[in-house]
């Protein structure tokens, strides 16, 4: 069954029913297996225990790469993606975090009754995946409240998250990690998943948040001149985000206000987080991951057929290995979808 991340509520909820309120999130492969721990509690106290450290989950990616075909190792996502998953869902915060409110308390938040120019955000092609203006509580869309008033999306950016590495033979993947693999085909692989992505929260922005879309080549030096031509034709205020020093130190030489956003070098012991949190940990994890599994159940990131209404959308497919499990899990999935028609 196909369901939207929003919506993951109802196997949450039903993994707690059945005594499953700790569960392990594996990879489908023995050669990676554990990701990480839940255990479900209250809603803004369940806990996520890091079992599998960053330098392990590296040190198994090798292994697996050492075993098998290139593009085994390549479709499974580095250190840095996985912990960037983890991050994107809000349980993890960046490094920085303090000096980063400093930078938003200072240039943030302008009084423009007052005759302050407004504040616009503007970010680099690496941060784009990982959900990084509700991160930062830039902008929350439906009460207009943040610390900027909108948002300068450079299309450089987005050509550069543009690109679609298609999965077009199965059996290496299906040898390797089993039968779950056939649904690879012709969707997109490793970094391509990324890539698809930090589209979704490039459209997002520009679609429904207070954005303006200004042109630019790929390249750090393109993007940023797009940033610095829009900065002095409008005189607005862009704050600009990135992972990379080189690009925020090249922000400040054109006088733009840069602030690099610092990632976590390694997991916390654990975390506490909401389920809110843990539903979007859970769809972060499966597309990032393309294949994840809980107790009973096989979560899709991608799956044959997967089309572009489920990536807008945000579905992932469940597979329920229990089939009074799976009665359930649709019995509960219509009701929710049908309280949310009934309530639009």
């Excluded at 005759?115 to 509580?137: C, E, K, Q, S």
């Excluded at 040898?175 to 649904?183: H, K, V």
Aim: a negative charge; glycine letters at 6%.
């Amino acid at each position: 069954m196909r369901v939207k991340r929003k919506h993951l509520t109802v196997l949450l909820n039903r993994l707690y029913d059945r005594g499953d309120a700790e569960f392990v999130v594996e990879h489908p492969s023995s050669e990676i297996g554990e990701l990480l721990r839940i255990q479900l509690d209250a809603y803004d106290s369940c806990t996520v225990q890091f079992s599998t450290s960053l330098d392990e989950y590296t040190t198994r990616r090798q292994d697996v790469g050492r075993q098998y075909a290139e593009s085994i190792f390549t479709d499974l996502p580095d250190a840095s993606a996985f912990r960037n998953a983890v991050l994107a869902s809000g349980i993890l915060e960046p490094t920085n975090q303090a000096e980063i409110k400093t930078f938003l308390d200072r240039y943030g938040d302008p009084d423009l009754m007052a005759g302050h120019a407004p504040a616009f955000a503007g970010f680099d092609t690496n941060l784009m995946p990982w959900r990084i203006d509700r991160i930062l509580g830039l902008h929350d869309p439906d009460s207009g409240i943040g610390y900027v008033n909108g948002f300068v999306l450079a299309t450089g950016v987005r050509d550069e998250l543009d690109w679609d590495y298609k999965c077009h033979d199965t059996d290496p993947f299906v040898n390797a990690f089993g039968d779950a693999y056939e649904a690879y085909w012709n969707q997109p692989l490793g970094s391509a998943r990324i890539g698809r992505l930090g589209l979704l929260t490039y459209r997002r922005i520009r679609d429904i948040e207070q954005a303006v879309e200004v042109h630019s080549d790929e390249g750090d030096e393109a993007i940023i001149d797009a940033y610095d031509k829009y900065d002095r034709e409008y005189r607005n205020d862009i704050l600009l985000f990135s992972n990379d020093r080189n690009f925020v130190e090249r922000a400040r030489a054109h006088r733009l206000l840069g602030q690099r956003v610092d990632l976590p070098s390694e997991f916390p012991d654990e975390a506490t987080a909401s389920w809110r949190e843990i539903e979007i940990l859970l769809y972060m994890l499966a597309i990032v991951f393309g294949i994840i599994e809980v107790p009973s159940v096989t979560v899709y990131g991608v799956w044959r057929g997967k089309d572009e209404l489920d990536w807008q959308y945000e579905r992932v497919k469940l597979d329920a290995r229990s089939p009074t499990l799976a009665s359930k899990l649709e019995g509960d999935l219509s009701i929710v979808e049908s309280y949310e028609e009934l309530s639009q």
